[in-house]
């Protein structure tokens, strides 16, 4: 009797399940509302609920503003369950692949390698996303990653969907060949299973890779599935220049941080709602992370007039109230391995991620602002360098005390923004410039000399015309970095701008991540409504 009663309870927890599920599904994406709610505001929710807590927050929003731009001959019932189903599709992810495979370490031992990919949308191809090596990878974490990039390319308009990759191992642990077979290993996994290709699925460098692990999976596709494919080394960004990398694209990200948060800071009426005077030169920063993004977030702000008082590692916290010169600290960490000993600074024990401050640049890893800390954060403005630094129960807190938190499916979306170029670049067999240097330096020529020959013809005598030093540097045309830096100058400055518009059309103050949210899935869910669905 007790078995049968066990048995029984097994099917009826399954009946529930399938109902609630089947519930959820007939809801659209309102289904999970109250649980992804209740899951995110925890004290350590899991990364996706926190990224799919957004996407319900922004939902809303959203569907009105599509439901207006929707233009076809159906009733309004069927246009909002259109809408609401399109929204309901876009929230999980639509391919995750978990790979394990063995490597025979160099003393002979064999261990096995875990690692994921994950898909998220395929509403624009390829999908596009970076690869980490790193202990506390796993498929929630590349899940979610995988949702913040499809909304990161809506955000800036690069015409890709969203993907990720992770191997879960700590690259401290492994010789560099051992590492050589991992990337090559992985890189063969990915392509035969169809998750790696120019046109289908693009990765590129993240926590614990670089542009060297990148090259060796452009090499190894190239010779494996790609042999025959023109376009091979287009498989991947984030490469050397003489493997077809493309300048600019090492600091990309931490040019796009310093961009992304300019926009509002030069912005009267956003400074007024946090209490600062508009723009760059004065600010006080604290800095997370000293890696590739924080390095550079902090080289811009640096130039641009901004002090850096403080830095925090992961192994020492330095602070200086004069400011750190981060070319210094780079030399420092390159000699020494650590930014420990630093002599332009002071060592301190303190959690400086709370101190005082103007900014805070949280470039370093997940969920380091919570509801433990958040109401002690004094920073006007956060720029999120990394993915998802700030819980969604810390992110009301900051909301609520007025602390304005440029986004990261904004803030950190240069690297992206870089790697479509470079994969344009790929694409079409030349660099940026090329073509055109010599024209735009012989009719620049040609100009002056016209000039100088009007003037001499019309006041007689020799009038020279000197260009002036701009002019003169500008002459010769603009080079790759240069048209690279431009463009995502320009990228940046209007994504910030139609963000800035949503906020204000929504009356959202300075919940800047909602308003992004809102434009990314208005975004592209008009263009998944316009493309039609191929097989329903």
Known sequence: SSGINAEYGVVLRAALKRASTIRCLSEGWRGDV??????????????????????NKAAPFAEDAINKTVKARMTKDIKERLVSGVLSDLKPCNSVLSLSFPLRRDNGEIVTIHGYRAQHSQHRTPCKGGMRFSDEVEEDEVKALAKLMTYKCAVCDVPFGGAKAGIKINPRDFSDMELEKITRRFTVELAKKGFLGPGIDVPAPDMGTGEREMSWMADTYKNTIGTTDINSHACVTGKPIVMGGIHGRTSATGRGVYHSTKIFLDDPQYMEMVGLVPGVSGKTCILQGFGNVGLHTARYFHRAGAKIIAVI????????????????????????????????????????????????????????????????IKAKVIAEG?????????????????????????????????????????????????LTFKYEFDSNKHLLQSVQS???????GKIPVTPTPEFERAMGGASEKDIVNSGLEYTMERSGKKIKETALAHDLGVDIRTAAFVLALTKISNNIIMAGFTFT
């Open 34 to 55: 109250d649980e992804v709610k209740k899951v995110a505001l925890s004290s350590d929710p899991p990364f996706s609920k926190i990224v799919d807590y957004y996407f």
């Open 313 to 376: 590692e992961w192994d020492g916290t330095i602070y200086n109230p004069s400011g750190i010169d981060p070319k210094e600290l780079e030399d420092w960490k390159l000699e020494h391995g650590t930014i420990k000993g630093f002599p332009g600074a002071t060592e301190t024990t303190e959690d400086l991620l709370e101190g005082e401050c103007d900014i805070l640049l949280p470039c370093a890893k997940e969920k380091v602002i919570t509801e433990e800390n958040a109401d002690r």
């Open 386 to 434: 990394a993915n998802g630094p700030i819980t969604p129960a810390a992110d009301e807190i900051l909301i609520k005390k007025n602390i304005l938190v440029v986004p990261d499916i904004y803030c950190n979306s240069g690297g992206v923004t870089v790697s479509y170029f470079e994969w344009l670049k790929n694409l079409n067999h030349v660099s940026y410039g090329r």
């Open 454 to 460: 009007s003037l001499e013809s019309r006041f007689s």
